[in-house]
């Protein structure tokens, strides 16, 4: 939510004029606007339906004391009553977090016929390249996996879909979890723009993704394991001088994901757990984590950001094996230090309870991510 009072982040990478914040009387978003850096997505201009009439009585803004920034930040939170109402329907009571398993069954319960439509489920190759595949290339994926693979690939042709309530609470969940927020936002707004998005409405920027866009997102927030590590993350994309569009990295590194899931890059890995939906989540954790590292130990900022998804471009779809090891080894030792600290925690609070000392435990915001070493990509 963006209270009264408080000045709106504003990233170096973010070109043009801001979108303004929706009024709660609108209905609809305004155009994306700004270009990310060297980012691959564009967004599309939205309609913006016009505005009834104000009803005669009340004073302007001005003569009642209210500056434009509090009438501003008054009317997103009125605005909030209207999203709420779409997420919860006739119910009183506030809108739950989705989890991914449940967001995913409900795609997998949903007709998607005119989205699997659109798929292509691997790279035509013709000629000598496809020869040299045959012979040399990665294993075919086994053909029990190739419905969840289709799944997968289906999502990714689906849009944000205001009227369906899933898509609502996935896009409400990725931002109570990223901003540690219990509060709602307007579906349309500037506080997308601070979370990463190009313009006040993520819709624009899932071109090429659609919704495993977010639903990889939602993942990266709603696994336990994962959650400190997309804070961080987050945190690190709104530094002073390291910024960058976190929402719009993630789509991109989805992209990624989706290519080398074409091109039968993770045929292999796929084969092995039996799963695909799971590979491409780990992965896509995994190319973030090796983004992260690099980015914050070489003090990158956007203008490298074109070089450096162009290397993880190459390490997904030639060593997507050493990145998935490398996202366990993070796991395994976030674990230990998890437990260690839980135990160090335990032993201070008796001891401070016997000397009627008070202990301030640390958040799950204030969870940092070790760097191994001198990172780069593989």
Request: glycine share 8%; charged share 20%.
């Amino acid at each position: 939510m963006i209270a009264a009072g408080r000045s709106r982040r504003r990233f170096r990478w973010a070109r043009g004029q801001k979108a303004e914040p929706r009024a709660a009387e609108g209905g609809a978003g305004s155009g994306a606007s700004g270009k990310a850096g060297a980012m691959n997505t564009h967004p599309a201009d939205t309609a913006q339906p016009e505005e009834p009439p104000l009803p005669p009585g009340p004073l302007p803004t001005h003569v009642r004391g209210i500056s434009m920034e509090q009438q501003s930040a008054q009317e997103e939170w009125e605005a909030v009553e209207d999203i709420q109402s779409v997420l919860r329907g006739r119910s009183a009571g506030p809108v739950p977090l989705i989890s991914f398993n449940e967001a995913l069954q409900f795609f997998q319960t949903t007709d998607l016929s005119e989205c699997r439509k659109k798929i292509q489920a691997t790279v035509r190759r013709q000629g000598l390249t496809a020869l040299l595949h045959f012979l040399f290339g990665p294993p075919r994926l086994q053909q029990q996996l190739q419905g969840e693979r289709d799944l997968a690939l289906a999502i990714a042709q689906c849009g944000l879909d205001n009227n369906q309530a899933v898509h609502m609470r996935i896009l409400q969940t990725i931002y109570k979890k990223l901003t540690c927020s219990r509060l709602g936002c307007p579906r349309y707004g500037a506080h997308w723009e601070e979370l990463g998005f190009q313009g006040a409405d993520p819709g624009t920027d899932l071109r090429g993704t659609g919704m495993l866009g977010l639903m990889q997102m939602l993942y990266f927030v709603m696994d336990s394991q994962m959650l400190p590590l997309a804070l961080e993350i987050f945190r690190l994309s709104q530094h002073e001088t390291q910024n960058f569009p976190f929402c719009i990295m993630s789509v991109n590194i989805t992209r990624l994901v989706l290519q080398a899931l074409r091109e039968e890059c993770l045929s292999r890995e796929c084969n092995r757990r039996q799963q695909v939906i799971a590979v491409l989540n780990d992965l896509y954790a995994a190319a973030f984590l090796q983004l992260y590292r690099v980015w914050k130990s070489q003090h990158k900022t956007i203008a490298d950001s074109g070089f450096l998804l162009k290397e993880l471009e190459f390490s997904t779809k030639k060593n997507p094996k050493q990145l998935l090891k490398s996202l366990e080894t993070y796991v395994s030792r976030s674990l230990v230090s998890t437990a260690d600290g839980i135990r160090q925690a335990s032993s201070l609070s008796i001891s401070s309870g016997r000397a009627g000392e008070e202990i301030n435990f640390m958040g799950i915001c204030d969870l940092q991510v070790e760097l191994e070493g001198e990172a780069r990509l593989v």
